[in-house]
């Protein structure tokens, strides 16, 4: 396993990244915060290799109303979709919750908000009517065949809300991102 690329994005480093905005979550510097876009990773002469793993941590900000929307969200890998899937962020009250396909794809799943999250408690980023929302983050972690010596990573959503302050509403960041080429035996 060699790795071949890996950014915190603390340094705003965006080399390889199209579409790449930093911005300050948490105390940190995170990749985002996109609503209705995305980025690209464009990576090239990489060593022989036989898969790529890419992983990362997945922040889900605010207002996810997951499969009502739906709030979708998609990973791809030179074209090959390796996620698309809903989240909902939405606080479940006793006897009504928005559900999420993830980790399903879309449209297979109905799961509790926050299925397969890592931490659900980190601060929002907006406040709406004096509810404070918050950020749910997710390890995302994906192993995929590959031999060539150029590789195109594209996240992006699609999300769906009625308001003014769309990115406000609902956005996503990445952080701690690692690309690795692999060998198979």
């Known amino acids: ?24 979550f948490n105390n940190s ?6 609503n209705n876009s ?17 992983s990362f941590d997945l922040n889900i900000h605010d207002n996810w109303d997951g499969n009502l929307g739906p709030d979708l969200w998609e990973m791809r890998a ?7 899937t809903t989240f909902s962020n939405e606080y479940c009250p006793q006897f009504h ?8 794809s879309y ?19 907006c406040h709406s009517a004096g509810r404070t929302f918050v950020t749910t ?12 010596n150029s590789f195109l990573l594209e996240c992006k959503d699609k999300l769906k809300e009625a308001v003014a302050d769309q ?5 996503w960041s990445i952080d701690n991102m690692v690309v690795q080429v692999v060998e198979l035996d």
């Not at 990115?167 to 956005?171: I, N, Q, V």
Request: proline fraction near 6%; include cysteine; aromatic fraction near 8%.
């Open 1 to 24: 396993t060699i790795e071949v690329y890996r950014n915190d994005f603390e340094t705003s480093d965006l080399s390889g990244i199209g579409n790449g905005t930093v911005s300050t």
């Open 29 to 34: 510097q995170v990749l985002g915060r996109y």
């Open 38 to 54: 995305g980025f690209q990773l464009a990576l090239s002469n990489l060593p022989k290799h036989d898969a790529i793993r890419i």
């Open 78 to 84: 030179d074209n090959q979709v390796l996620v698309n």
């Open 97 to 104: 919750c928005l559900p999420q396909s993830y980790p399903n």
């Open 107 to 125: 449209p297979n799943s109905n799961n509790n908000p926050k299925t397969g999250a890592e931490n659900t408690e980190l601060p929002g980023f």
């Open 137 to 148: 983050r997710y390890r995302i972690s994906k192993t995929v065949l590959h031999t060539q």
């Open 167 to 171: 990115l406000c509403d609902e956005s």
